[in-house]
C-alpha cells in the first residue's frame, strides 16, 4: 500500500466504529475514494474491524455497487432490456464504446468511464434508457452520445487525475 493510499485508508477508518456494523458505510466510502476495493484495503478492513476477510469479501461481491476490479469514475449503464433493445439500444452502445475506444463493455485506459450493460433499469416509457451514475438519460440516441459524454468529460488534465488516485 502505497503511503498516500494508507493515509486516505487511514482516514476513512478514523470516520467509524471498529465494529463489524461499519463495514458497510466503510466499504462505500472506500469505493468513493479509489473508485474499487483494492484487496490490500480489504485486508486492512478485516484486521481493524475483526472480521474474517472471508466475511469482507462476501460482502464486497455481494452488492453490485461495489468493485473489485478498478471502475472509471463515471458508470454509464446502457439498459438492453427488451423496449430498449427494441428502440435502438444497441446502437447507443455501439456509440459509447466507439467514443470511448473500448472494444466491449470495459474501463477506460485513463479511468474516466466505466461502460456496462444492464437489463433493465424500470423505465421501459422512457428507452432507450442510459444511467450514468446517479442521472437517467431517457430516449436516448446514438447521435446524442456525444454530447452526454462531454458532460461528464473530467475538466482537470489527466495527470492530475491520476496524482489523485494514486
Known amino acids: 500500500m502505497t503511503h498516500v493510499e494508507s493515509e486516505r485508508v487511514e482516514t476513512i477508518l ?10 458497510i458505510p466503510i466499504l462505500q466510502q472506500v469505493q468513493a475514494t479509489f473508485y474499487y476495493l483494492p484487496q490490500n484495503v480489504l485486508r486492512e478492513i478485516s484486521q481493524r474491524l475483526h ?11 455481494f452488492y453490485n455497487c461495489f468493485s473489485l476490479e478498478p471502475v ?3 458508470v454509464i449503464q446502457v439498459c438492453l432490456g427488451t423496449a430498449c433493445h427494441v428502440r435502438g439500444a444497441p446502437r447507443v452502445l455501439d456509440r459509447f464504446l ?3 475506444k473500448l472494444p466491449t463493455p470495459g474501463t477506460t485506459k485513463d479511468c474516466q468511464f466505466t461502460v456496462r450493460t444492464v ?5 421501459c416509457g422512457l428507452s432507450p434508457v442510459v444511467r450514468v451514475d446517479d442521472n437517467t438519460h431517457p430516449h436516448l440516441t446514438k ?3 456525444r454530447g452526454l459524454l462531454k ?11 491520476e496524482a489523485v488516485r494514486d
Request: glycine share 6%; hydrophobic share 35%.
Open 14 to 23: 478514523g470516520q467509524f466504529a471498529d465494529t463489524r456494523q461499519s463495514l
Open 143 to 145: 447521435a446524442k452520445v
Open 72 to 74: 472509471g469514475k463515471h
Open 119 to 123: 437489463r433493465c433499469v424500470g423505465c
Open 151 to 161: 458532460k461528464y468529460e473530467a475538466k482537470v488534465p489527466a495527470e492530475a487525475e
Open 51 to 61: 472480521v474474517p476477510l472471508p466475511d469482507v469479501y462476501h460482502v464486497a461481491t
Open 98 to 100: 466507439l467514443d470511448l
